[in-house]
């Protein structure tokens, strides 16, 4: 089993800036894919950024330039800074992590989620 932790989060100006953290624990493999899901209400969960842990990271058009991930491989840690924040990224954010395991095949886990509000 894989346990994801997530902290940060809130309620933030329009144009200001919140960072997410999400921490794997339990039967991590070396290789694997960790990044954040978001669903605002009556919306689709769709994906926001993901990385690897070589590092490539994959965008959504929606939040390239104004989003940064990144990760700690050390702490099996993922890290979503979220600048210039508009009042269209409220949503509730998911952290992910997927890896491939032997036998089992692709096995993926969430965390509970965190609120982001991007309100004046």
């Known amino acids: 089993q894989v346990q994801l932790a997530e902290s940060g989060g809130g309620l933030v100006q329009p144009g200001g800036s919140l960072r997410l953290s999400c921490a794997a624990s339990?039967?991590?493999?070396?290789?694997?894919?960790m990044g954040w899901y978001r669903q605002a209400p009556g919306k689709q969960r769709e994906l926001v950024a993901d990385?690897?842990?070589?590092?490539?990271?994959n965008y959504a058009d929606s939040v390239k330039g104004r989003f940064t991930i990144s990760r700690d491989n050390a702490k099996n840690t993922v890290y979503l800074q979220m600048n210039s924040l508009k009042p269209e990224d409220t949503a509730v954010y998911y952290c992910?992590?997927?890896?491939?395991?032997?036998?089992?095949?692709?096995?993926?886990?969430w965390g509970q989620g965190l609120q982001v509000t991007v309100s004046s």
């Open positions: 992910n992590y997927w890896a491939t395991y032997y036998i089992r095949g692709r096995f993926d886990a």
């Open positions: 339990g039967n991590i493999l070396s290789i694997n894919v």
């Open positions: 990385i690897t842990t070589g590092g490539s990271a």
